[in-house]
């Protein structure tokens, strides 16, 4: 996408007539549709479209704001919630991370060879051993420790630096921790975790140890949208890969490692480029 796109998303209660009048609205200001992308989901009676347009003419404005004063007649009348912005215009997160770096490593390889479509702002983190990773980046790094005694304290700091560095976004890259109850009500729909898919079996430490034990054939990874049920919120993306009675624990270990940091990297930057729609406890994906 260049520089001149914009990308339209929305979603409202399906009727007749919701494209006919965005396209024409568009039409109206020169607005030229280079990718359109819809769905209307007949068990919930609910319409989500995505559209990257262009202007190509003399009536196209010159700014966001007009773009959206053309828009605002079809989005009041059939009661859009919905958003544009430039494409190139990031959506800003933040990362947690605990020890493990294999999340966030390819997180910030991906960034900074300019193939993940967000920015990153920062990372936080409860232990202070992937600082020199982080620093290297030249990203801000964030030590909070967390205890029992100061969990709801270091949540707040957590809340302050999201809206310090004006992140849209919190990202869990294998953060080992439960969110408090304020945190996850704090951040509806912005908040993606990653975890390996054997749930809601092998729950807790060493769960490929224990898949090992049982002889499991499949392994994989989930990104999901965090909400107070734990580990059970809206799913953004999965994938699995076969293995066989050949594989010991550390190879689980490390095709799942592998399979995690893929998920999330695909999970958010179909976020980052305004793919992905809530539909109550499901989303809708514009691949």
Not at 146 to 170: F, G, H, I, P, T
């Amino acid at each position: 996408m260049s520089e001149a796109d914009y990308i339209l998303t929305l979603a409202c209660q399906d009727r007749v007539g919701i494209v006919a009048a965005v396209s024409g609205a568009l039409a109206g200001i020169d607005g030229f549709i280079l990718d359109s992308q819809q769905y209307a989901d007949l068990e919930t009676g609910r319409f989500f479209l995505r559209i990257v347009f262009t202007g190509q003419g003399a009536r196209f404005p010159a700014s966001v704001e007009g773009v959206r004063a053309a828009l605002n007649e079809p989005a009041v009348r059939f009661g859009f919630d919905w958003h544009v912005a430039p494409a190139s215009e990031r959506p800003r997160m933040l990362i947690a991370v605990s020890k493990g770096s294999h999340c966030l490593n390819d997180l910030l390889h991906r960034w900074r060879t300019n193939t993940l479509p967000v920015e990153i702002v920062g990372v936080v983190s409860n232990h202070d051993s992937l600082r020199p990773l982080v620093e290297w980046h030249g990203l801000p790094w964030h030590h909070l420790p967390v205890s029992d005694a100061n969990r709801a304290e270091q949540e707040a700091a957590m809340l302050a630096l999201m809206d310090e560095s004006r992140a849209d976004y919190l990202v869990l890259a294998r953060y080992m921790q439960v969110l408090g109850e304020r945190l996850v009500a704090a951040l509806p729909g912005r908040c993606i975790n990653i975890h390996h898919s054997f749930l809601p079996g092998f729950k807790g430490a060493q769960p490929y140890h224990r898949a090992h034990a049982r002889g499991v054939k499949l392994i994989g990874a989930t990104a999901h949208f965090v909400t107070a049920d734990l580990d059970e919120g809206p799913i953004i993306e999965q994938s699995v890969e076969r293995v066989d009675h050949r594989a010991s624990v550390d190879d689980l270990i490390r095709i799942g490692r592998d399979i995690e940091a893929q998920v999330l990297a695909r999970a958010v930057a179909w976020v980052g480029e305004r793919r992905v729609f809530l539909n109550d406890n499901r989303t809708v994906v514009f691949r």
